[in-house]
């Protein structure tokens, strides 16, 4: 298991930009490049939903279709971080955003950090 702890959150207006954070601590039977990390939201009465990955060693990503095109995702195994550049934000964007990391055997969550996009 891994501890992740977001962060980056704040109050955007629409069309503007911010960029998440998620440090990775704590390991025990895997470093950092061994967990496939993905990036997810949720608003307020929504289920939460998938909005980024990139796999373990930063090759290959993949998107929800409400996000691609103006959300890139990219991880720095050196430092055990993750990203989530989010640009061209839109009201819709509003939530929690949480960081999660996949293993073989086994995940975690963070805590998330709150994102508004508003005007």
């Known amino acids: 298991q891994v501890h992740l702890v977001e962060s980056g959150g704040g109050v955007v207006q629409p069309g503007g930009s911010l960029t998440l954070s998620c440090a990775a601590s704590?390991?025990?039977?895997?470093?950092?490049?061994?967990?496939?990390m993905n990036w997810y939201r949720q608003a307020p009465g929504r289920q939460r939903e998938f909005v980024a990955a990139?796999?373990?060693?930063?090759?290959?990503?993949l998107y929800g279709d409400s996000v691609k095109g103006r959300l890139t995702i990219s991880r720095d195994n050196s430092r055990n971080e993750m990203y989530l550049q989010m640009n061209s934000l839109k009201i819709e964007d509003t939530g929690v955003y949480y960081c999660?990391?996949?293993?073989?055997?086994?995940?975690?969550w963070g805590q998330g950090t709150q994102v508004t996009v508003s005007s």
């Open positions: 999660n990391a996949v293993s073989g055997s086994g995940g975690s």
């Open positions: 704590g390991f025990t039977d895997f470093t950092f490049s061994d967990y496939a």
């Open positions: 990139i796999g373990r060693a930063g090759d290959s990503t």
